[in-house]
């Protein structure tokens, strides 16, 4: 579904992704792991047209997204900063997403479910970061989409809040959805995810599933596993 091949992507002297090459096959769900600052965001804003590549390609059932691509049409995505308008209320930052993709969304049940119904008439800039992680996770999941990245999703979550993300996660990938997911949460990796894609020195250190992972680096716990591969 998606094919990154051979992208190098630098920021002045700093090289972040060095010829790094990663199929995504469709359906499941993907942990996109590696230590601070070694290109997680970046690999995903590439795929997103956010940032432009020095050098490579990366194709969307085999057309490439680096010359034209309007992926709001394709797949849902979770910022990992939500830079909320903090004059707005919830709902009418949630109208105005409507407004601006005139597709079907199922946002009430969402609200119900992270229980934000006594915060819709209240402004974004006066919401805790827990309350603002819900809302972008309502504004994620809103709409149908076959693709969905959420990078950094359980940041500020409440433990019921977690469970539900993990749900609606597991919903999602039942529907036959592909779901690209950036955490440090090692408990929500094992919980959630079908593969690993652990990114080190800007190109795929390793790609499997946690039982491949364990068996590779001998050890049967996915935290010690993880830093036994570097
Ligand atoms: P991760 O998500 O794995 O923590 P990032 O992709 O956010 O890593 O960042 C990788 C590296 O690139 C970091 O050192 C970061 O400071 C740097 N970086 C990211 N975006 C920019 C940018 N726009 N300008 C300069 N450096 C950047």
Redesign the pocket.
């Known amino acids: 579904m998606i094919q990154f091949k051979n992208l190098h992507k630098r920021?002045?002297k700093?090289v972040?992704l060095d010829g790094l090459d990663l199929n995504i096959k469709k359906g499941g769900i993907f942990a996109v792991l590696?230590?601070?600052?070694?290109?997680?965001?970046?690999?995903i804003k590439c795929l997103l047209g956010m940032v432009i590549p020095q050098k490579g390609d990366i194709f969307y059932n085999d057309k490439s997204v680096l010359k034209k691509w309007n992926y709001r049409n394709e797949l849902n995505y979770l910022p990992q900063i939500a830079n909320f308008p903090p004059n707005l209320s919830v709902l009418e930052l949630i109208q105005m997403v409507k407004n601006l993709r005139p597709k079907e969304s199922n946002e009430q049940e969402l609200i119900d479910l992270f229980g934000l119904n006594d915060s819709l008439n209240k402004k974004l800039g006066n919401l805790s970061g827990g309350t603002k992680q819900k809302v972008n996770l309502v504004l994620t999941f809103m709409f149908d989409s076959n693709l969905i990245i959420l990078d950094e999703p359980t940041t500020g979550l409440d433990p019921i809040s977690l469970i539900h993300l993990k749900e609606l996660i597991q919903k999602e990938k039942a529907k036959g959805k592909t779901i690209l997911i950036?955490t440090h949460i090692m408990s929500f990796v094992n919980e959630v995810a079908d593969e690993i894609v652990f990114?080190l020195d800007g190109k795929i250190y390793f790609k499997g599933t946690i039982g491949e992972l364990k068996k590779q680096t001998n050890n049967n716990d996915l935290e010690h596993a993880i830093a036994n591969l570097i």
């Open positions: 920021f002045g700093l972040v590696g230590p601070n600052g070694s290109g997680k965001t970046t690999l950036t990114i």
